[in-house]
């Protein structure tokens, strides 16, 4: 018989116990909320009076159904206010020695057939279970911040919880409107244990002054639609929840890529620990406050004192759909482009592709006829390098190859007038490696946009150690006014969003690899836990398994570390010709 939870005990009124009593009052739930004294209830409240007003400010609450809301949370200081509930959630700070001591209190005060629940992050449920005479009634509910709003719930079995106690569970967080996901007692759960590597990596990049804190995170919102950058994201969860938790798998799992940053423990020392103090990698205007303000590492909104080279006229060589789309973006903006391809008819079918996209974008009434002619007459097709030798400025957007692209930069060494500036679009491949090709080093860049380019408005910039600082003021100048979203960073694999996103892809093909989780509940807990628009599983089918799989091999071969080494089922799945939507069958089959 499914048992039911009526009378919920929640312990601890932080943001997230705070939030989960809300979840569970919204629902028509009785619920006991207990802190350590009256400060901490006073918090707690002061949370759920924000987020209940906050609800009534957007019209998805009225005052009346606030005030019914309120008045089915009581308040206590002891947790003996909870000897007759049904179901206890326990929210207290991530720590085991302070869990197991609410656990072993509430073992004595509870009837033996209340089940108890941890909405630990990281730390072991079976650990927290042992310090109870149930351990079979100890499960892991771990909710989502904010809990009023994110669907998924993590539903932590043990080796020794009771199947009926699962189901129970499992059926409750689905009255409560969330989806829930069933897995094992491992360090992170699903989502954790993929966001906080990926964390814990742009953390790294942070401290080793590869990008700053702005443009990684606009890396991350531009280039891959994440809600939030990593460093927000950080300041938002709390920089001392973060580093127990990444310090939890580390102990788990060894894997050196959950060792937390160093400067993770140097910002908690110093007190930054995010948006609850007022200051983590960002300042904020006062404690728990969301609103960013300027400090002495904001950039300055100013132009720089470098001077930029005039461009005018641009020229892109190769037909693919990032070349085509290159062109767009220039001749819309008013550049004079040369598309220069290696055969008439490849020059002439990739001018066509331009026109059926300004033809469709015409259609949906987002540009008018004249501009679409006026755009079109801007590109001039070019089969010979030297038609390129007026340009101010060659993208090239060739095959991913670096024989192909060194050879390319050895043509436009010799055909373009000095002082032109050189870039190429690779995604990978060392840019260091087309400057070399060239007498010219200085001039030569890394424009990296992203697919499509008409759409999509990062592009990297990247920098090499013989890049001219005008070049690279030229680059960002020309990026601003094509109404895109540069960030800077060095000429590195994976530059910044690869090189962040392909290990995270790599380490979910691991946990399905170890039958930890299938491929729907990763994506699930990734899209829902953490508001991707698209689960890992979903991204590499898209993207394709055998790129993937190139840019995997690449970072592991730059960076040396047995992280990224390619998780052997996707290189299973490459061989066996699972490519993923391009070939109708990768991790998923597609019809």
Do not use: W
């Not at 019914?68 to 049904?86: F, G, H, K, N």
């Not at 609410?102 to 730390?123: G, H």
């Not at 790294?204 to 994440?226: N, Q």
């Not at 090499?464 to 601003?480: L, M, P």
């Amino acid at each position: 018989m499914t048992r039911q939870f009526t009378k919920v005990g929640i312990v601890g009124l932080g943001t997230m116990g705070a939030g989960i009593a809300e979840v569970l009052a919204r629902t028509g739930l009785t619920v006991v909320a207990v802190d350590v004294d009256e400060a901490g209830l006073a918090r707690g409240r002061g949370h759920l009076d924000h987020s209940t007003g906050r609800a009534v400010a957007g019209g998805k609450l009225d005052e009346a159904a606030r005030a019914e809301l309120l008045a089915r949370i009581s308040y206590s200081t002891s947790l003996d206010a909870l000897a007759d509930v049904d179901l206890v959630i326990e929210a207290v700070p991530e720590s085991m020695e302070l869990k197991a001591k609410v656990f072993a209190e509430l073992d004595r005060i509870c009837r033996p057939e209340v089940v108890f629940a941890s909405n630990t992050s990281a730390l072991s449920i079976t650990e927290i279970g042992v310090h109870t005479g149930r351990p079979g009634k100890v499960v892991g509910m771990h909710f989502f911040n904010p809990a009023p709003v994110l669907k998924l719930v993590e539903v932590v079995r043990t080796v020794v919880t009771e199947p009926d106690v699962v189901t129970d569970v499992v059926a409750f967080a689905e009255s409560l409107g969330k989806s829930p996901v069933v897995i094992g007692d491992r360090a992170g759960f699903i989502a954790n244990a993929l966001l906080f590597g990926y964390l814990n990596h742009a953390v790294r990049m942070y401290e080793t002054r590869y990008a700053t804190r702005e443009d990684l995170d606009a890396a991350m919102r531009y280039g891959c639609g994440y809600p939030m950058g990593p460093l927000a994201l950080l300041d938002l969860i709390g920089l001392d929840t973060a580093y127990e938790i990444l310090d939890t798998m580390y102990h788990q799992s060894r894997n050196r890529l959950h060792a937390p940053a160093p400067l993770l423990k140097q910002m908690i020392t110093a007190g930054l620990l995010g948006r609850k103090s007022g200051r983590g990698f960002y300042t904020y205007d006062a404690p728990d406050s969301p609103t960013v303000v300027p400090d002495s590492l904001t950039p300055a909104a100013a132009s720089s004192d470098v001077p930029t080279r005039e461009v005018q006229r641009v020229g892109v060589i190769g037909t693919g759909t990032m070349a085509t789309g290159i062109v767009e973006v220039f001749a819309k903006r008013g550049y004079d482009v040369v598309l220069r391809a290696r055969s008439r008819d490849k020059a002439e079918g990739a001018v066509g592709k331009v026109r059926k996209s300004l033809d469709k974008a015409v259609s949906r009434g987002k540009l008018s006829e004249a501009d679409r002619d006026a755009t079109l007459a801007r590109i001039t097709p070019a089969v010979e390098f030297a038609d390129l030798a007026d340009c101010d400025l060659v993208v090239e957007a060739v095959a991913e190859e670096l024989e192909i692209k060194k050879s390319v930069f050895q043509a436009l060494d010799e055909v373009c007038k000095p002082g032109a500036v050189l870039a190429t679009t690779t995604s990978s491949l060392p840019v260091i490696e087309c400057a070399a090709a060239t007498s010219r080093p200085g001039d030569v860049v890394g424009l990296h946009f992203f697919n499509p380019a008409q759409v999509m408005k990062l592009v990297e910039i990247v920098e090499t150690i013989a890049t001219s600082a005008d070049v690279v003021a030229t680059a960002r100048r020309i990026c601003i006014d094509l109404g895109k979203v540069p960030v800077h960073c060095g000429d590195r694999a994976g530059f910044i969003v690869n090189a962040l996103l392909f290990p995270y892809l790599n380490d979910a093909v691991k946990m399905l690899e170890a039958h930890y989780a299938d491929a729907d509940d990763i994506d699930n807990a990734m899209k829902v836990g953490c508001s991707l628009p698209m689960g890992p599983f979903e991204l590499l089918d898209v993207v394709g398994l055998d790129v993937s799989l190139a840019i995997e091999r690449t970072l592991y071969l730059e960076f040396r570390e047995a992280g990224f080494a390619p998780a052997p089922l996707l290189e299973h799945l490459v061989t066996a010709g699972r490519l993923g939507r391009k070939t109708g069958k990768g991790f998923r089959d597609y019809t």
